[in-house]
């Protein structure tokens, strides 16, 4: 199975992958692991002003910061991953990526938000929710 894990770096991302490995139908070297963080992009403005090759480290090193604890747990756990981010809002990033690589479910961890926050602020699971075409599971 390919399995996209959409990740933060927070501490629902971490309870995300602790789920995850609790479950061996999900967490297992039988499966394709890619590992996804969308990077908030530079204003414009402020990205104009900045030399593309900054730019470029820039975006590289917030993933990096992100992917590094979640190299570390799914190396203990003997599993090897495709780590990939991208620029822009997570929700559209996350479901471009699952469509576009062919995977079979997007695992993503969530705040919880009860329904009347998600009205008022928003959720990147209910966006992905909304926006993907492939399963979606989400752990809260």
């Known amino acids: 199975m390919k399995i ?3 990740v933060d770096g927070s501490p629902y991302t971490k309870r995300m992958l602790a789920r995850l490995a609790a479950h061996d139908e999900w967490f297992g070297p039988g499966h394709a692991y890619t590992v996804l963080h969308a990077v908030p992009a ?3 403005g ?3 002003k900045v030399e593309r090759e900054v730019l470029k480290a820039y975006y590289a090193q917030a993933a990096d910061k992100v992917f590094k604890p979640i190299r570390s ?3 203990r756990q003997g599993i090897e991953a495709q780590y990939l981010y991208r620029i822009g809002p997570a929700a559209a990033a996350i479901a471009a990526q699952a469509s576009r690589g062919g995977h079979d479910i997007v695992v993503l961890g969530s705040h919880g938000h ?5 009205l008022v602020l928003g959720s990147v699971a209910t966006q992905v929710l909304a926006q993907c075409k492939t399963p979606v599971l989400v752990v809260r």
């Open 42 to 44: 530079v204003p414009a």
């Open 4 to 6: 996209l894990l959409a």
């Open 114 to 118: 009860g329904a009347l926050a998600n």
């Open 46 to 48: 402020a990205a104009a």
């Open 73 to 75: 747990f799914l190396g």
